[in-house]
């Protein structure tokens, strides 16, 4: 599959997980994680055009094993707990056109989301055009109608749901699910972040969402995948 834009796919991948210590290489039904995101990214593009950004040289090595090359070694200033994931998508545009390769559009994905696939890109490059900042995959929310805080009090207060109302009854939210993000390299540049005011959604379901944070979420879609759920869900 071709289009006219010049896309570069970014996973960034750092070795330092602390939810889930080594999960971007842990192996999930047998295939180490960060591999169903590069074979989702191959679906839409040419391995010169998909950058894995790590600092790891495990992840380096297994993705290299994967067949994929790994053009640079993350800096250190960017593989800590803090940095900015704005910077390590400048650093890697940088690595590029100081290569003479210059793009237009940027593909965001993480490697903790092994249910997104190569369809669910399309389906939301689709509804990229220039015009606009960010397209951003998200899942509907399922907990407007009890998300609270505390007030200086303690007293806890319904945010989105004063007269606590049910459910269906309220307005849908959505959540961003942090499968796929589809941003204007021009937009990046200019704001400096990924706080955008022309974001449009990408609407995927609870299943396709799946985000591995820790080790329940990976027992969670071991589990998925054991039992053929990706397969049968409707």
Known sequence: MSYKRRILAVIPARGGSKGLP???IKELA????????????????????I??????????????SYGLKVPFLRPFHLAMD??????????????????????????????????????HIS?????????????????ESHTPSCLCSENQEGYLRLLLNGKALRRQELPTYYEYNGAIYIINIKSLEASGN?????????????????????????????????????????
């Open 51 to 64: 950058c894995v950004s790590t600092d790891d040289e495990k992840i380096k090595r297994c993705v290299e």
């Open 123 to 139: 389906g939301a490059l689709d509804l990229y055009d220039d015009k606009i900042d960010m397209i951003v995959s998200v899942k």
């Open 194 to 234: 990924l706080s955008f005011s022309k974001t449009k959604k990408y609407l995927m379901d609870d299943i396709a969402s799946v985000d591995i944070d820790n080790l329940i979420d990976f027992q969670f879609a071991e589990f998925l995948v054991t039992n053929h759920w990706l397969h049968i869900r409707s």
């Open 30 to 49: 047998g295939k180490p994680l960060i591999c169903y995101t590069i074979d989702a990214a191959r679906q839409i593009l040419d391995d010169t055009d």
């Open 22 to 24: 080594g999960k971007n």
């Open 82 to 119: 803090n940095s900015s994931s704005v910077d390590v998508l400048l650093h890697a545009l940088q690595f590029y056109a100081e290569l003479g390769k210059v793009y237009d559009t940027l593909l965001l994905l993480q490697p903790t989301s092994p249910f997104r696939t190569g369809e």
